[in-house]
């Protein structure tokens, strides 16, 4: 039916969406990240309901930040460089304990921003990976070598059960619906690039604020 044609994901939109992300000048349009979230989202999605809990979160996320970026202030969420100016200029960022500002923009991107780094190293596992290799494994030491060190001991717990249960390899490849394996791994060898530019930019300017600890 319609309906699960356009359920049907595509790897392809996500890198699309993160190489629309950068500007002439290397600033980076807040509305194709949230895009590429989507995407992903839509991926975790069809993987299964142990994700669910993942997806719900990044899902909040997503909302928080399209609410500000159409909101009355909307014009000041078009890129993160500028919604880091405008709430940094503003006092709308709780910088040391979450306050009256829980929700702000810069701290609900700085996870995503956390995740982005997970997906970059689990990506770069899967690209190199052998037709052996197990997406579990990948996974895990792609989330231990980063996104853990940001989350309390039930959350890493419950992500390490719901990695157990990721589809080998070939089924992976499949749901990310791209292709051959070989070209899967081209699709991965080109967005890679992009995804780490976008990640060290965005890294760039939070350190550049000191925002890179934002409760
Ligand atoms: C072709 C490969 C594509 C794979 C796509 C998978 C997309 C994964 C999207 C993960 C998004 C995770 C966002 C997490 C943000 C976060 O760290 N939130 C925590 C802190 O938020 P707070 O507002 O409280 O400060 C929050 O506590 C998180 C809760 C949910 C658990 C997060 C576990 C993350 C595991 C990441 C790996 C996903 C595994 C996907 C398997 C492919």
Redesign the pocket.
Known sequence: SGASVDQRFC?QEVFDSFKLCLSENKEVYLEHYVDGWRG??K??NC?GSV?G??AK??VN?VQVLVALMSGESGSQYATIQSMVKYELDNGLVDVTKRGSHPESGCRTLL??H??LR??EL??ER?RTSGEDGKTSVM?AEA?NES?SQ??PWV?RK??GV??CV?PGRPAFFEV?NVGSTEQVVAMLGGALPLISEVYNITEELYAQHNLLDLP
């Open positions: 790897f992903l989202v991926f975790l993987l994700f809990f993942i979160d990044a996320k996870r995503l956390r995740a997970w997906l689990f990506l899967l996974c989330y996104l940001h989350h959350i419950a992500a719901a990695f990721l990310m």
